[in-house]
């Protein structure tokens, strides 16, 4: 080769050199500035008095750690249990915590830490503390136990007076403003290694539209992107990462179903949706339509459920009801998406036949809700779906996925809810944000996150 | 070609691995891609016999014998060949329930089959309608294989990139004990153990394993070095810890906590102190580069011999490269890495540089350098990694470097000595 064949290569690597970034080893320090929607008045993993959501759990992860975690494949890991083991039957779960393990405020976790702390999560459990373990025991089996123990709200925390609370997470409170600012600092002794920031500062009650303006403004790093907002922003030529489907919107119905006759209009107002033009035209492709509570990959049929809409047989199921009530839909007040939805479905409605006035009030006969995914095993996401619309509880003798299909078709068939599509989350990023690690549920590791570039 | 069903993986699982016969290597390798491509069908077969006959009788229950029409259609990542086999199983296993697929326009009932998946399983789901009646549904559930695929990329015209090891854990460095035309005794360091294995009857086996332990957690984006010594096997250095082994078998690994510096190399005698709570060196030396006995925090480092002195790179943790040469430190902005490595060869000036660097897609590459004076000249193509690198460290004799990455696709971390090929 020589000479010339070296130059030819010298010549194309200072071409390259121009657009390359010069680090590729995660830096430690900076402070992360991200917003979210939601603003909570509580930090307690386990306040059910706070609605659930992705945000939510993510806020939460950063400052408590779970015994146990999900990765993307739906297994079980270990975080603050190291071991675990369950009795035949799955009655009786034990699990072994991880040594040298403390609490933000130097207190070491035990086995009675962890499960006070559960007995607040759980407490319809029976839940024992022994030498190095804890123990958990069931009245019936519970194959799913570890999956539960795996969400967020059994995220281990030390409750002090006042309704103070610290965890074992990979980052302290250092000023919380309930509802409005949140500010974390990286936990140096943390056991699973101090994450790269240094610190973290959430601004909390942004609406879509001032979160991409924070960013765009430079006050941002991370910001959460709508939907409906993914495509443009990407477009747009922001950084944009978005979640496999992971939140259910559905019209749910305040009571159950009251007669033949009520059935039948519940019917007809599911077939009147016009799911492909909503998702098309309000959500910007964003949104899976869905007949299935679970979104396909966690199930892996949600397709059997139809998703078209069928005017005519809408209005002949809607035509062998002599009186059609006129019902509410009702959707929150400060959801710009779940507004147009609402008035997009309520005008399909009446091309059936129906009677639809959307309301925000709080009482009303059907309303427009996101649920978003409980877990990524089916059967407790599907749980947490029952227990979330007032379903019963769905039975399910074994894992086989024909039990899960047809415990997901009993609930359907209640007629309590209408599933329409399956959203993701997104979230847009800036420049300086590296090593952004996401799980398929949208679940940060902000602990694995660095900063680059220019930012301090 | 891939032969998944075959766990075409040059280590993993370690009972069956399969490596090239140090006489006829090629042709070894052409049987074993000949055998794995004659076999592939029959294990295919073989594979998804279960589940078909299992949906097959779901399906048969419901619709009897008869005339039915079949439709697959697939929602999965299984591939078309897949699909065809499957569906060419599913119709033999019908046929003997007395289930047999015609034109739908023939048929008493039609059959939609839809291979789909969740995150665990392959679910197979039919769709069956009957006349005007409703429809039924059935469905079979699968697991997913884990075998994981490795795909030898092309070889590079001047860096070789030999697979050497993977595994799901984090590989932080690997150490060459014996080896003839290829490795045959290896040691793998991650964040807990120290593991041997020997290259034995056909495949790897674990020889021992010689636990690390340490009192205070890890850093994140760890770092560890692995050093053969003449009196003893190996010492490792990690975050706040050193270990060493014994001299006598069986081994043993007596680890302390130590802020002990790090050798840099093994051909120049200097010192890193490495911070015990994070992946970089602290920029103290020792015993230092002539009169300079700090430079920045740097990630890495590697040194070129003058006639006269030594010049040492450090890669720091603002991106740049400081040279220092006992006398200056002089910064350079390359654009490379964090991760560098020296190489005494029998190629053009006699000593390189390799030196990682960031692509799209968190998929790194390492190229080879060279430093006639002051600035880099390049001396070799890039040579493509399939995620993104996390150590690169020049092997004990010198001439050759152990670059591990993490796979972007499968998660594991791939090991890999990177020697140099003059000429091609």
């Known amino acids: ?456 | 070609m891939t032969c998944t069903r075959y766990n075409a993986v040059y280590n993993s699982p370690i009972p069956e691995m399969l490596t090239p016969s140090p006489r006829f290597p090629l042709l070894t390798c052409y049987l074993w891609l000949v055998t794995c491509f004659l076999m592939t069908p029959v294990s295919l077969a073989s594979e998804w016999a279960a589940p078909e006959q299992e949906l097959a009788r779901k399906i048969a229950a419901v619709t009897g014998p008869g005339a039915i029409s079949l439709e697959i259609t697939n929602r999965s990542s299984l591939t078309k060949k897949d699909v065809e086999q499957i569906g060419q199983g599913l119709r033999v296993q019908l046929e003997t329930l007395g289930a047999r697929t015609v034109k739908a326009e023939q048929a008493a009932a039609s059959v939609q089959v839809s291979l789909s998946e969740n995150l665990q399983s392959y679910v197979w789901v039919a769709e069956i309608h009957q006349g005007a009646g409703d429809s039924s549904v059935v469905m079979v559930s699968t697991p997913h294989s884990d075998s994981a695929v490795f795909v030898r990329e092309a070889a590079p015209l001047t860096i070789r990139k030999i697979p050497l090891w993977s595994q799901e854990e984090r590989i932080l460095d690997i150490a060459v004990l014996e080896e003839g035309s290829s490795p045959t005794h290896l040691a793998v360091l991650d964040p807990d153990k120290v593991a041997l294995y020997r290259f034995a009857d056909n495949r790897w086996q674990k020889e021992q394993v010689m636990e690390v332990t340490h009192l205070r957690p890890w850093p994140r984006d760890m770092q560890g070095r692995l050093m053969l010594r003449q009196d003893h096997l190996l010492d490792v250095y990690l975050p706040g810890v050193f270990c060493q082994s014994s001299n006598t078998a069986p081994l043993t690994l007596t680890c302390r906590a130590s802020d002990d510096p790090w050798p840099l190399s093994n051909q120049f005698s200097l010192g890193g102190f490495f911070a015990p709570t994070r992946n970089y060196f602290t920029g103290g030396l020792s015993p230092g580069i002539g009169k300079q006995t700090s430079t920045m925090k740097f990630y890495s480092a590697a040194a070129l011999p003058r006639p006269s002195y030594t010049l040492w790179m450090f890669a720091s943790v603002d991106g740049q490269i400081h040279l220092l040469d006992g006398i200056t430190d002089q910064v350079a902005r390359l654009n490379w890495g964090s991760d560098i490595a020296s190489l005494k060869t029998s190629c053009g000036s006699g000593w390189q540089i390799l030196a990682a660097r960031p692509g799209e897609n968190a998929v790194d590459s390492v190229r080879a350098y060279e430093m006639p004076d002051r600035d880099p000249v390049v001396v070799s193509p890039p040579v493509d990694f399939a995620g993104g690198i996390t150590a690169l460290w020049t092997e004990a004799q010198g001439t050759s470097a152990i670059a591990v990455s993490r796979n972007a696709e499968t998660g594991n971390y791939e090991a890999f000595r990177l020697a140099p090929a003059c000429g091609q």
């Open chain 1, 1 to 456: 080769m020589k000479l010339s064949g070296w130059h030819r290569l010298a010549v194309s690597s200072l071409l390259l050199g121009i657009s390359a970034l010069a680090e590729t080893r995660p830096q430690y320090g900076g402070t992360l500035r991200t917003t979210t929607r939601i603003a909570p008045s509580s930090l307690d993993p386990a306040d059910r008095t706070q609605s659930d959501s992705l945000a939510r759990r993510n806020l939460s992860s950063l400052m408590f750690d779970t015994l146990v975690v999900m990765d993307n494949r739906g297994r079980l890991q270990p975080a603050l249990a190291s071991s675990w083991k369950t009795e035949p039957g799955n009655q009786r779960w034990q699990f072994w915590l991880r040594r040298g393990v403390k609490f933000h405020d130097g207190s070491p976790l035990t086995p009675e830490a962890a499960a006070a702390s559960l007995r607040v999560a759980s407490p319809g459990w029976s839940i024992l503390a022994a030498v190095d373990s804890v123990i958990i025991e069931r009245d019936s089996p519970a194959p799913d136990l570890g999956a539960e123990l795996a969400r967020a709200r059994n995220g281990i925390a030390k409750r002090g007076p006042g309704g103070s609370v610290t965890g074992t997470g990979p980052f302290h409170v250092t000023d919380w403003q309930a509802g409005k600012k949140l500010m974390l600092a990286a936990e140096e002794g943390y056991w699973a290694g101090r994450p790269f920031l240094d610190a973290i500062e959430i601004e909390m009650g942004k609406n879509s539209r001032d979160q991409l303006i924070a960013l765009e403004l430079d006050k941002a790093d991370v910001t959460e992107v709508a939907p409906e907002q993914s495509h443009r922003a990407s477009t747009e030529g922001r950084r944009v990462l978005t979640s496999s489907p992971i939140e259910l919107m559905a019209l749910v119905f305040a009571r159950d179903r009251q007669s033949t006759a009520d059935g039948k209009l519940r019917d007809a107002l599911a077939l009147s949706v016009d799911r492909a033009s909503i998702g098309s035209v309000v959500l910007q492709g964003a949104g899976e339509p869905s007949g299935a509570i679970l979104p396909s990959w966690v199930s892996g049929y949600a397709f059997v459920f139809p998703t078209e809409q069928n005017l005519s047989r809408a209005g002949q199921e809607r035509s062998e009801i002599r009186q059609v009530p006129s019902w509410t839909l009702g959707y929150d007040a400060g959801d710009a998406l779940a507004r147009v939805i609402a008035e997009r479905i309520a005008l399909n409605a009446r091309d059936a036949g129906l009677i639809l006035q959307t309301t925000t009030s709080g009482s009303a006969d059907v309303r427009l809700l996101r649920i978003t995914l409980g877990s990524l095993n089916p059967r407790v996401a599907l749980a947490t779906v029952a227990a979330t619309t007032g379903i019963a509880a769905p039975k399910m003798g074994g894992a086989a996925v024909e039990e899960l299909y047809q415990a997901e078709s009993a609930m359907l068939q209640t007629q309590r809810l209408i599933p329409l599509f399956q959203l993701p989350a997104g979230y847009a990023l800036n420049s300086s944000v590296q090593d952004w690690d996401q799980d398929r549920d949208g679940s940060w590791h902000l602990e694995d996150v660095w900063l680059g570039g220019n930012r301090p």
